[in-house]
């Protein structure tokens, strides 16, 4: 029994030390000075927006969290096309088809005049061995981008190029490229 109190003094002994210790040291327990801990939190701040910070996580590969940032951005704005053609390429990314396809499809009901959203759609259909329907869409979405951008371009071109040889081609890798609204935009690759 005495051995035990002395382990459990001695233990008290050195903690009542470290503790006296952190508080001597240049910093102390205050925030003046070189500052060793985190910063506080800016109450007043704005929360970036959910869409944006989505975008970003799926350029970085990181699409569960890019998930549940469009979500948090679908409880504040709603469930609009930006949201919906998000969550749709970070599904995609996860190699949700179906997912990616239905979230995509209910993007363009809202507005079937976004030429991403087509291009993205068709990416979805390529995976899916959907061809023919996949060559439409990317025609859409190259006709409602006036062929300016080069993704849709290349996009057009590969798909075209499959329908054509199916056969000679059969199972050579192509990369799709995703569009995303507003600058930037996504490589996905067939083999997800």
């Not at 499959?162 to 569009?179: F, H, T």
Request: charged content about 20%.
């Amino acid at each position: 029994m005495i051995p035990r109190i002395e382990h459990l003094f001695r233990s008290a002994l050195i903690l009542t030390c470290l503790i006296g210790l952190t508080a001597c040291a240049p910093g102390g327990f205050s925030a003046a000075g070189q500052q060793v801990y985190a910063p506080g939190v800016d109450q007043r701040g704005q929360a970036k927006d959910g869409v944006e910070v989505g975008h970003r996580l799926i350029a970085a590969g990181q699409y569960e969290l890019a998930i549940k940032s469009f979500n948090r951005a679908a409880l504040v704005q709603g469930a609009d096309v930006e949201v919906l053609s998000g969550l749709g390429s970070a599904n995609l990314g996860l190699g949700r088809l179906g997912q990616a396809e239905s979230l995509l499809r209910s993007a363009l009901k809202q507005d079937a005049k976004q030429p991403e959203v087509w291009n993205n759609l068709g990416v979805v259909l390529m995976e899916r061995g959907k061809t023919p329907e996949a060559v439409r869409i990317f025609q859409r979405a190259f006709a409602l981008d006036n062929g300016e951008s080069d993704a849709i371009r290349d996009n057009l071109r590969l798909a075209l190029a499959k329908s054509e040889n199916s056969v000679i081609i059969g199972d050579q890798e192509e990369d799709y490229k995703l569009v995303r609204r507003g600058a930037g935009d996504y490589l996905i690759s067939p083999t997800l």
